[in-house]
C-alpha cells in the first residue's frame, strides 16, 4: 500500500545539514514529478520542493536558497539536501507525487522521516 518510502532523518544541530532520501517504485518515478512535504507539530503540512521529470525544480519560500531537491532516474530515487537548518525546520518530511492542484497529492502519505533540530 506504500508506495514512497522516505529516510535520513536524524537529529541534527542549527546550521548544520541532513540528506533525506525518498524511494519510488519505477511505474511512478518515471512518469511524475516528485516532491517533500513537512509536517510540524500543531501545524498543517507544508510545501517544501519538488522536482519534475525533466530535473526542473519549485521551492517553498521558507526553504529557498537552503535546500536542493533532486532526483536520480537510475535509482528511483529523489533527495532532498537541508542546508543551514534552522529551529523552525523540524517536523516530519514526507515524499508524494504533486496533484493537479497546490497542496493536492497524487497518493497516500506514508511514514515520513522525523527531523529533529536542537543545539
Known amino acids: 500500500q506504500v508506495q514512497l518510502v522516505e529516510s535520513g532523518g536524524g537529529l541534527v544541530q542549527p546550521g548544520g545539514s541532513l540528506r533525506l532520501s525518498c524511494e519510488a517504485p519505477r511505474r511512478i518515478f518515471v512518469r511524475n514529478a516528485l516532491g517533500w512535504w513537512r509536517q510540524a507539530p500543531g501545524k498543517p503540512r507544508e510545501f517544501v520542493a519538488s522536482?519534475?521529470?525533466?530535473?526542473?525544480?519549485t521551492y517553498g519560500d521558507s526553504v529557498k536558497g537552503r535546500f536542493t531537491i533532486s532526483r536520480d532516474n537510475t535509482k528511483n530515487m529523489a533527495y532532498l539536501q537541508m542546508n543551514n537548518i534552522k529551529l523552525e525546520d523540524a517536523a516530519v518530511y514526507y515524499c508524494?507525487?504533486?496533484?493537479?492542484?497546490?497542496?493536492?497529492?497524487?497518493?497516500?502519505w506514508g511514514q515520513g522521516t522525523q527531523v529533529t533540530v536542537s543545539s
Open positions: 522536482v519534475d521529470e525533466q530535473s526542473v525544480s
Open positions: 508524494n507525487v504533486p496533484g493537479q492542484f497546490p497542496g493536492y497529492v497524487r497518493y497516500g
